[in-house]
């Protein structure tokens, strides 16, 4: 299942190369037909919602790694202000390390 797409792909180039030397076609082919609404749409339109999602989830990501780095920075502060517990913290540290 984790190489299902792959072996799709593999599969379809392997049968195109064979149809195309041998000179043979599929026994059944597929024609799509856009039914509805669809049909009278261009490819700007139906890629438009894709873009949106996309660029929605870039707008998360880059907002993830904002609220990351806030925390971090709070993060060094308060170490700041306990420097005795952080130094105590890396004595602690080394002395294990060392055992």
Same mark, same amino acid.
């Given at each position: 299942?984790?190489?299902?797409?792959? +072996?799709?792909? !593999? =599969?379809?180039?392997? %049968?195109?190369? #064979? +149809?195309?030397?041998?000179?043979?076609?599929? @026994?059944?082919?597929?024609?799509?037909? @856009? #039914?509805? #609404?669809?049909? %009278?749409?261009?490819?700007?339109?139906? +890629? !438009?919602?894709?873009? $949106? #999602? $996309?660029?929605?989830?870039?707008?998360?990501? %880059?907002?993830?790694?904002?609220?990351?780095?806030?925390?971090?920075?709070?993060? $060094?502060?308060?170490?700041?202000?306990?420097? %005795?517990?952080?130094?105590? =913290?890396?004595?602690? =540290?080394?002395?294990?390390?060392?055992?």
């Amino acid at each position: 299942m984790k190489y299902m797409i792959g +072996a799709v792909w !593999v =599969y379809s180039g392997i %049968s195109g190369f #064979i +149809a195309r030397e041998t000179g043979l076609s599929d @026994p059944l082919q597929l024609k799509e037909t @856009p #039914i509805g #609404i669809s049909s %009278s749409r261009t490819d700007f339109e139906l +890629a !438009v919602p894709g873009l $949106l #999602i $996309l660029s929605i989830i870039m707008l998360m990501l %880059s907002a993830h790694q904002q609220w990351f780095t806030n925390q971090r920075i709070k993060l $060094l502060e308060d170490l700041k202000f306990h420097r %005795s517990q952080l130094r105590n =913290y890396w004595e602690v =540290y080394h002395l294990s390390s060392c055992l």
